[in-house]
């Protein structure tokens, strides 16, 4: 069974950095775009950024731009979102997942597929 795990949430001041690790069991993450998200409580998901399968292409939703970098270690079936500059407005639940359409890099949760559980991200004083 194809699934996702994503580790490294927490709580962090404003101002303040995480790294966030998406990780796979039951496969290797080599052949897929991955995909990070958020949602936050009374929100929609909202897509922040993709890698292609390879790292050479990266995308970034305007709100993380600057702030947020993703990444990923094929060696070690994981793929990163390097989070800088946290504002409370980035409390929320992330979850990582692969694309399963093209277009993914409109970064649409419909194009994406096997979300893992997601980790809490709180970005509080």
């Known amino acids: 069974q194809v699934q996702l795990v994503e580790s490294g949430g927490g709580l962090v001041q404003p101002g303040g950095s995480l790294r966030l690790s998406c990780g796979a069991s039951?496969?290797?993450?080599?052949?897929?775009?991955i995909g990070w998200f958020r949602q936050a409580p009374g929100k929609e998901r909202e897509g922040l950024s993709c890698?292609?399968?390879?790292?050479?292409?990266?995308y970034y939703a305007d709100s993380v731009k600057g702030r947020f970098t993703i990444s990923r270690d094929n060696a070690k079936n994981t793929v990163y979102l390097e989070m800088n500059s946290l504002k409370p407005e980035d409390t929320a639940v992330y979850y990582c997942?692969?694309?399963?359409?093209?277009?993914?890099?409109?970064?649409?949760?419909?194009?994406?597929?096997?979300w893992g559980q997601g980790t809490q991200v709180t970005v509080s004083s």
């Open positions: 890698i292609s399968s390879r790292g050479g292409s990266t």
């Open positions: 039951g496969f290797t993450l080599d052949y897929y775009t």
């Open positions: 997942a692969t694309a399963v359409r093209a277009g993914w890099a409109r970064l649409r949760s419909d194009d994406f597929g096997s």
